[in-house]
């Protein structure tokens, strides 16, 4: 095949050239087709059961997305002319496109509940204009304070701050409304701080930059690789035919993505800056082997065949090993992760194609004058820093090897310890750095108010009313003494659902106009029986299980990791004590149902009566807890189940109730979990694959074994640096395993099958070392460089995960090829012996 290949591009350049070309140009015309999401919810399946339950608690309760924008004044929110501004704003994001106005919460459209009179309520707008005077702004601030729901939520409890909930219709929105509500928040006069925070217009903003760096990182990744590979080679014409290379792997795997319809996530915006620089390996160990063995004069066609002669077979198995690493990703349960190996994966082997059939075409086709001017420009191979370097590097690694063992054992043991102390954690408002606008508004928010993320906690009743009542209608079906045609009409009826047990009562209420007799007292006895099944069922106006979840708000609002919990109790108990006195001893639950049900109804007449449908479903069969974290942190919300966990484990619910969570912040937490384990799952198995892979190449266990040091000693190396440092385990460490495992093993195939080739012609081992940090050290080196380098830009990016990438990316390639060039010569010193009679 290595031959065919070959053949092909040395004989048939132009068509080389020109299928290249249009390959090119076809999959570059489905770019503008260019789709972004940045939506954390999509790193898990649609089906998903988290996910399918946590948009169906949406659905059912009315929840949307929310932009939170918030004043600061360090003096008290409560004047007239902060408080003309927020009312401002208010009436002005109701009228913005994409924002649902009804459920907007301000100071300026939400009700004041006082007492009119003896058992009678009085709803009346906060603040329906803004105060005129200081006075009048004390009154709201005692109005809103006498308010559980909204003190602590709406205003700060210190009075220095106030927040307008912004809910959206559709997430994508998001960061052109907050543009919306800047615009309008500059025209006020200064002496007030806003922020625009909240997760949607965090996720939404990171897609608008995330497009913008994915235009400036990539070029400036390959501007790079240009100018190390001037250095390298200082022949313009000649390294051109690599940048070609990568630029159109480039080019035609984010077409291949885009034109599959798949979206651009956070994980694929990455794969343009991946495959940047790795798509440019093959070609520098080809040229970094050419100008080497090119002098003036020669063939270049008899240059190029050795060359590739020598490179074919190691080049194929290092790019299946690094696709490979890539590919097993597509074993997480996570999508975007899915999508991001097999198109990594994807473009390694395209680039491997493209640059065994055209940097040979190319090389030939080049002027023999200009790469004569290479040679001439190129420093002698003993002069440049390099070749200076490699040969001293081999000597200690081959004269110290017992000492070099122990040192790589030594950290290979403190790596695994640091690898026990990864604490896994993600936060997508951290995905921005400290300084910028939407991490300060994180801050400054978060500090004065209760917490600006959600997450729900939702109460669910598993009664089996439904089964009692269908029992009690089957024994009245077959009573002998009812007549045939009621007993014929009572076996007609089904009951399925609690709603179906609500429209049966209706049924038989109509029922007994028609019946007289012992028909109708029967049956007027089973309206009875249903009846209180149906008020049994409806598990949230019992004052029981309202009196349960308060002692679990109270529980968490102990533990200090939520800032306020509101929930349908604190609706209740506010209704209830405006109703009974007004004063704070009549802040509690009523004593009955029916007390309950008179509150609820009460609240109802409120100017805001969709309100209470946020807390309980109109069958009140479930009822939803909204809890205000500070922090977004995995950790935290992690933190938070599990106490309420270990509540629920001393104090058991209710019979008849279970517990579920909902909302952004757990939903973090459920695909954190899943990339963990399948980001384990598919090393593991991409190790044991590659591990095969590197037998079979060498036709040798051991020398298998000893290419796959190098790269278990980087990946723990690695992991445990992240160990070390504190640095979380989020989604773009995550995937460095991948590439960990792809890359390093790169260098170890290349320095063992050079190793390998070189002792048997000259069966010396210490004239193998010294040839092995010639030619083939120069040319592992100078592509860990480029590598290395060529992910650097990424550390002067805006946003915090290429940042990550970049940093880690680079150390990952100095590392492996220091790795590689130095312990596997001591592993091979000390095992010299066995390894090559086992060869």
Same mark, same amino acid.
Do not use: C
């Given at each position: 095949?290595?031959?065919?290949?070959?053949?092909?591009?040395?004989?048939?350049?132009?068509?080389?050239?020109?299928?290249?070309?249009?390959?090119?140009?076809?999959?570059?015309?489905?770019?503008?087709?260019?789709?972004?999401?940045?939506?954390?919810?999509?790193?898990?399946?649609?089906?998903?059961?988290?996910?399918?339950?946590?948009?169906?608690?949406?659905?059912?309760?009315?929840?949307?997305?929310?932009?939170?924008?918030?004043?600061?004044?360090?003096?008290?929110?409560?004047?007239?002319?902060?408080?003309?501004?927020?009312?401002?704003?208010?009436?002005?994001?109701?009228?913005?496109?994409?924002?649902?106005?009804?459920?907007?919460?301000?100071? /300026?459209?939400?009700?004041?509940?006082?007492?009119?009179?003896?058992?009678?309520?009085?709803?009346?707008?906060?603040?329906?204009?803004?105060?005129?005077?200081?006075?009048?702004?004390?009154?709201?601030?005692?109005?809103?304070?006498?308010?559980?729901?909204?003190?602590?939520?709406?205003?700060?409890?210190?009075?220095?701050?106030?927040?307008?909930?912004?809910?959206?219709?559709?997430?994508?929105?998001?960061?052109?409304?907050?543009?919306?509500?800047?615009?309008?928040?500059?025209?006020?006069?200064?002496?007030?701080?806003?922020?625009?925070?909240?997760?949607?217009?965090?996720?939404?903003?990171?897609?608008?930059?995330?497009?913008?760096?994915?235009?400036?990182?990539?070029?400036?990744?390959?501007?790079?690789?240009?100018?190390?590979?001037?250095?390298?080679?200082?022949?313009? !014409?000649?390294?051109?035919?690599?940048?070609?290379?990568?630029? /159109?792997?480039?080019?035609?795997?984010?077409?291949?993505?885009?034109?599959?319809?798949?979206?651009?996530?956070?994980?694929?915006?990455?794969?343009?800056?991946?495959?940047?620089?790795?798509?440019?390996?093959?070609?520098?160990?080809?040229?970094?082997?050419?100008?080497?063995?090119?002098?003036?004069?020669?063939?270049?066609?008899?240059?190029?065949?050795?060359?590739?002669?020598?490179?074919?077979?190691?080049?194929?198995?290092?790019?299946?090993?690094?696709?490979?690493?890539?590919?097993?990703? =597509?074993?997480?349960?996570?999508?975007?992760?899915?999508?991001?190996?097999?198109?990594?994966?994807?473009?390694?082997?395209?680039?491997?194609?493209?640059?065994?059939?055209?940097?040979?075409?190319?090389?030939?086709?080049?002027?023999?004058?200009?790469?004569?001017?290479?040679?001439?420009?190129?420093?002698?191979?003993?002069?440049?820093?390099? &070749?200076?370097?490699?040969?001293?590097?081999?000597?200690?690694?081959?004269?110290? &090897?017992?000492?070099?063992?122990?040192?790589?054992?030594?950290?290979?043991?403190?790596?695994?310890?640091?690898?026990?102390?990864?604490?896994?954690?993600?936060?997508?408002?951290?995905?921005?750095?400290?300084?910028?606008?939407?991490?300060?508004?994180?801050?400054?928010?978060?500090?004065?108010?209760?917490?600006?993320?959600?997450?729900?906690?939702?109460?669910?009743?598993?009664?089996?009313?439904?089964?009692?009542?269908?029992?009690?209608?089957?024994?009245?079906?077959?009573?002998? /003494?009812?007549?045939?045609?009621?007993?014929?009409?009572?076996?007609?009826?089904?009951?399925?659902?609690?709603?179906?047990?609500?429209?049966?009562?209706?049924?038989?209420?109509?029922?007994?106009?028609?019946?007289?007799?012992?028909?109708?007292?029967?049956?007027?006895?089973?309206?009875?029986?249903?009846?209180?099944?149906?008020?049994?069922?409806?598990?949230?106006?019992? !004052?029981?299980?309202?009196?349960?979840?308060?002692?679990?708000?109270?529980?968490?609002?102990?533990?200090?990791?939520?800032?306020? /919990?509101?929930?349908?109790?604190?609706?209740?108990?506010?209704?209830?004590?405006?109703?009974?006195?007004?004063?704070?001893?009549?802040?509690?639950?009523?004593?009955?149902?029916?007390?309950?049900?008179?509150?609820?109804?009460?609240?109802?007449?409120?100017?805001?009566?969709?309100?209470?449908?946020?807390?309980?479903? !109109?069958?009140?069969?479930?009822?939803?807890?909204?809890?205000?974290?500070?922090?977004?942190?995995?950790?935290?919300?992690?933190?938070?189940?599990?106490?309420?966990?270990?509540?629920?484990?001393?104090?058991?619910?209710?019979?008849?109730?279970?517990?579920?969570?909902?909302?952004?912040?757990?939903?973090?937490?459920?695909?954190?979990?899943? =990339?963990?384990?399948?980001?384990?799952?598919?090393?593991?198995? &991409?190790?044991?694959?590659?591990?095969?892979?590197?037998?079979?190449?060498?036709?040798?266990?051991?020398?298998?074994?000893?290419?796959?040091? !190098?790269?278990?000693?980087?990946?723990?190396?690695?992991?445990?640096?992240?160990?070390?440092?504190?640095?979380?385990?989020?989604?773009?460490?995550?995937?460095?395993?991948?590439?960990?495992?792809?890359?390093?093993?790169?260098?170890?195939?290349?320095?063992?099958?050079?190793?390998?080739?070189?002792?048997?012609?000259?069966?010396?081992?210490?004239?193998?070392?010294?040839?092995?940090?010639?030619?083939?050290?120069?040319?592992?080196?100078?592509?860990?460089?480029?590598? &290395?380098?060529?992910?650097?830009?990424?550390?002067?990016?805006?946003?915090?995960?290429?940042?990550?990438?970049?940093?880690?990316?680079?150390?990952?390639?100095?590392?492996?090829?220091?790795?590689?060039?130095?312990?596997?010569?001591?592993? =091979?010193?000390?095992?010299?012996?066995?390894?090559?009679?086992?060869?």
């Amino acid at each position: 095949m290595a031959r065919r290949l070959l053949n092909l591009a040395l004989n048939h350049r132009k068509a080389v050239f020109w299928g290249l070309g249009l390959l090119t140009l076809a999959f570059s015309a489905l770019l503008p087709l260019i789709q972004i999401d940045t939506d954390p919810e999509n790193m898990l399946p649609t089906d998903n059961p988290a996910r399918v339950f946590h948009n169906e608690v949406k659905e059912r309760f009315d929840m949307h997305d929310t932009i939170v924008v918030g004043v600061v004044n360090e003096q008290s929110v409560y004047n007239p002319q902060t408080l003309a501004n927020l009312h401002s704003l208010s009436e002005f994001a109701e009228g913005l496109d994409g924002v649902i106005a009804p459920d907007l919460m301000s100071l /300026s459209n939400v009700d004041n509940i006082t007492q009119e009179g003896a058992g009678t309520l009085r709803f009346e707008w906060m603040m329906r204009e803004p105060p005129d005077t200081q006075a009048q702004a004390r009154t709201i601030r005692e109005n809103v304070e006498d308010l559980p729901l909204l003190f602590n939520t709406l205003v700060s409890e210190d009075g220095k701050a106030a927040a307008i909930y912004v809910p959206i219709e559709d997430k994508n929105q998001s960061y052109a409304i907050g543009r919306e509500l800047q615009s309008h928040i500059d025209g006020f006069e200064a002496g007030d701080d806003w922020h625009i925070t909240g997760l949607p217009i965090a996720e939404d903003r990171f897609g608008y930059e995330m497009f913008v760096q994915m235009g400036i990182s990539a070029p400036l990744a390959g501007l790079v690789i240009f100018i190390l590979l001037w250095v390298f080679f200082r022949n313009i !014409p000649f390294i051109v035919a690599p940048m070609i290379v990568s630029v /159109s792997t480039v080019l035609i795997t984010m077409g291949a993505l885009i034109g599959a319809g798949f979206t651009v996530h956070i994980m694929s915006s990455m794969i343009a800056i991946f495959l940047m620089p790795i798509a440019v390996v093959d070609s520098v160990h080809i040229m970094s082997e050419f100008a080497d063995r090119y002098r003036k004069g020669s063939s270049v066609r008899q240059v190029v065949t050795e060359v590739m002669g020598h490179l074919f077979t190691p080049m194929l198995f290092t790019s299946v090993t690094s696709s490979i690493g890539f590919l097993s990703l =597509m074993l997480t349960p996570i999508p975007p992760v899915q999508i991001f190996g097999f198109f990594v994966g994807l473009g390694i082997m395209l680039a491997f194609l493209s640059t065994i059939i055209f940097i040979p075409a190319y090389l030939v086709s080049l002027n023999p004058a200009t790469l004569d001017r290479m040679v001439d420009k190129l420093p002698a191979e003993d002069r440049s820093l390099v &070749a200076r370097v490699l040969p001293p590097l081999g000597k200690l690694a081959r004269s110290h &090897a017992k000492l070099w063992t122990v040192g790589f054992v030594a950290l290979f043991a403190v790596s695994v310890w640091g690898i026990t102390q990864i604490q896994i954690n993600d936060n997508p408002v951290r995905w921005f750095k400290s300084d910028h606008e939407l991490r300060i508004a994180d801050r400054v928010l978060n500090d004065h108010f209760a917490g600006t993320y959600d997450a729900f906690m939702v109460l669910q009743s598993s009664s089996d009313a439904v089964d009692k009542a269908q029992s009690a209608l089957t024994d009245a079906s077959t009573n002998e /003494s009812l007549s045939e045609a009621t007993r014929t009409w009572l076996k007609d009826q089904t009951l399925d659902s609690p709603e179906s047990l609500s429209d049966l009562i209706l049924a038989l209420d109509d029922r007994l106009f028609e019946v007289g007799g012992e028909d109708a007292d029967a049956l007027e006895a089973l309206m009875n029986q249903l009846e209180q099944l149906d008020s049994q069922s409806q598990a949230f106006l019992q !004052p029981e299980n309202l009196e349960y979840i308060q002692q679990l708000e109270q529980h968490l609002a102990s533990t200090g990791l939520v800032g306020k /919990s509101n929930s349908l109790a604190d609706v209740v108990k506010t209704v209830n004590r405006e109703l009974r006195s007004g004063e704070a001893e009549d802040y509690r639950l009523p004593d009955s149902a029916d007390a309950v049900a008179q509150t609820l109804l009460q609240y109802q007449s409120s100017h805001r009566p969709q309100d209470l449908w946020h807390f309980v479903t !109109p069958d009140y069969r479930e009822s939803l807890v909204w809890l205000q974290l500070t922090s977004g942190d995995n950790q935290d919300m992690t933190a938070v189940v599990e106490s309420v966990d270990q509540y629920l484990q001393d104090n058991p619910l209710p019979e008849g109730l279970n517990l579920e969570w909902a909302g952004k912040s757990y939903l973090n937490v459920v695909w954190q979990a899943e =990339m963990v384990e399948g980001m384990v799952g598919s090393l593991i198995s &991409a190790f044991v694959i590659v591990l095969i892979i590197m037998m079979l190449l060498f036709r040798s266990v051991a020398f298998g074994i000893v290419a796959m040091l !190098p790269l278990t000693l980087t990946i723990t190396g690695i992991y445990g640096l992240i160990g070390w440092v504190g640095k979380d385990y989020d989604m773009p460490i995550a995937v460095l395993s991948a590439l960990t495992l792809g890359l390093s093993i790169d260098f170890a195939i290349h320095f063992v099958e050079r190793t390998r080739a070189y002792f048997r012609e000259t069966g010396d081992w210490s004239k193998t070392m010294q040839l092995m940090f010639l030619e083939p050290g120069r040319a592992i080196t100078r592509n860990a460089i480029v590598i &290395a380098v060529g992910f650097t830009p990424l550390l002067v990016a805006p946003l915090v995960p290429y940042i990550t990438v970049g940093f880690f990316l680079a150390t990952i390639m100095a590392l492996s090829a220091l790795v590689t060039l130095i312990l596997l010569p001591t592993v =091979m010193t000390l095992l010299q012996r066995w390894l090559f009679r086992a060869s």
